[in-house]
Nanobody, 130 residues
Framework: QVQVVESGGGLVQAGESLRLSCTAS????????MGWFRQAPGKEREAVSC????????YYADSVKGRFTISRDNAKNTLSLQTTSLKPEDTAMYYC???????????????????????WGQGTQVTVSS
């Protein structure tokens, strides 16, 4: 049984940083792309950042480029998202997800499409006050 668990969310002021973490079990972690997605109230879920199985290929949404950094530790089955210079518009529930394994990991990471990710965590809330 695949389990994906996020942690690290919280309430911060604009300009501050948070480090989100995710652990995944029950799957071949080092063989699949991983990603972070977010959903704000009243809005659709959107891609934030994705990474290929080796970490060599990454994707960032334009809104977070230069501020967020995705990384993974395959030895520990963990995925991280370092967020800096947070803005009120970054307020959302952040979800970690693992790809289903179909297709090339680098292609999946580059596209960072919700439809390619089969396993999802419950989310961790990030709230940024102005």
């Amino acid at each position: 049984q695949v389990q994906v668990v996020e942690s690290g969310g919280g309430l911060v002021q604009a300009g501050e940083s948070l480090r989100l973490s995710c652990t995944a079990s029950g799957l071949a972690f080092d063989n699949v792309a991983m990603g972070w997605f977010r959903q704000a109230p009243g809005k659709e879920r959107e891609a934030v950042s994705c990474v290929s199985e080796s970490g060599a290929t990454t994707y960032y949404a334009d809104s977070v480029k230069g501020r967020f950094t995705i990384s993974r530790d395959n030895a520990k089955n963990t995925l991280s998202l370092q967020t800096t210079s947070l803005k009120p518009e970054d307020t959302a529930m952040y979800y970690c997800a693992a790809a289903g394994g179909g297709g090339l990991s680098a292609s999946v990471a580059r596209r960072c499409a919700i439809v390619d990710f089969d396993y999802w965590g419950q989310g961790t809330q990030v709230t940024v006050s102005s």
